[in-house]
């Protein structure tokens, strides 16, 4: 009896170890106002105040957003989705949980926790901005901003790089708000726990960007990579039995006809996959993901404060942002 109970736990131990959870907010539970405030308190630098009801957030720089969009968006439909993305509230940016671990995707359409963001939020945590011209402080995500109020932003934005290095690599990160330093320990937690994960990173990844102020391509929203915040580890093409294209869903979405690439995948052959209706395409890209990250590097990139775009509909297994909101 008593061998079969340790025999039980040990199981239970083991199964614990590979599906190992993200200690991530349950947001579902959260109403905007207390959405608000998880995000003053990630973002301390930004927020100065709320309006007494919680339906304001008045930022450092002096612009004043909604708690609380006053217009709501379906998120079924593709318009509405990119509506919202496009007319930021400060809630909004939580209107979707993460995960709270890698094998619990949330691959439901347009659901990509973190792909909402707030460049306004970001202004006034990543840049000084005593220093900031009038010009460039009214950022928002529908602007499509002139080269020269570009320029300067970029000039500003380097001030506040520094180079991280991460596994041999020199990542250029923003030293405000610890996204510098949260990466650093990323960096020394995957050294000491996860060392054959290090190396696997070290052998078939490149480093395809950290800083780099761009808007994200076909859109006019800035990319997180403009504040310094995000990493692309991008395949090294000949290394791996891996779809490179299979990294970010625009890439996947240019194949012929969708989905039906014609290199190498690691699940389904390609027979298999040119029969297959698109729903079951679908859910081969979805299982082919996973095999994109180790778990583990995941799990402590989340544990630092850093999502991963392979949970994401939208999906860019390449990419981790500091997001310390939601964790
Ligand atoms: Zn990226």
Known sequence: ???????????????????????????VEYNPVQKCEVVAEAYPEAVSSFDQAGNLVFLKNGRVLYCENPSSYNLNNKSEYL???????????????????YSAPVFK?????????????????????????????????KDSFSSSDLNTLN???????IEVDFLGF???????????????????????EAPESATWIKNNRNMAGGFN?????????????????????????????LNFNDSYWKWVSRCIAPLRCPEPRTRGSVEARNQASEKELEVLIVEDRFDHFPEEVVRVFA?????????WHHFDTMHFEYRPEFF
């Open 1 to 27: 009896m008593r061998t079969l109970i340790s025999i039980q736990l040990v199981i239970l131990g083991l199964s614990q170890l590979s599906y190992a959870k993200y200690n991530v907010k349950n947001l």
């Open 83 to 101: 509506a919202q993305l496009n007319d930021v509230s400060v809630s909004d940016i939580l209107s979707q949980s993460y995960p709270d671990s």
């Open 109 to 141: 359409y347009n659901e990509s926790p973190g792909r909402i963001r707030s460049d306004q939020v970001f202004l006034n945590t990543y840049l000084d901005i005593e220093k900031l011209p009038e010009s460039v402080l009214g950022i928002t995500a």
């Open 155 to 161: 000039r500003y934005l380097r001030e506040e790089i």
């Open 170 to 192: 020199k990542i250029p990160f923003n030293k405000r708000n610890s996204a510098a330093e949260s990466l650093r320990r990323v960096n020394d937690r995957l050294l000491n």
């Open 213 to 241: 102020l761009r808007y994200i391509s076909g859109t006019n929203r800035l990319s997180a990579h403009s504040w310094g915040i995000a990493i692309d580890f991008t395949l090294k093409r000949a290394s791996e039995n």
């Open 303 to 311: 544990e630092e404060g850093f999502i991963w775009g392979g949970h």
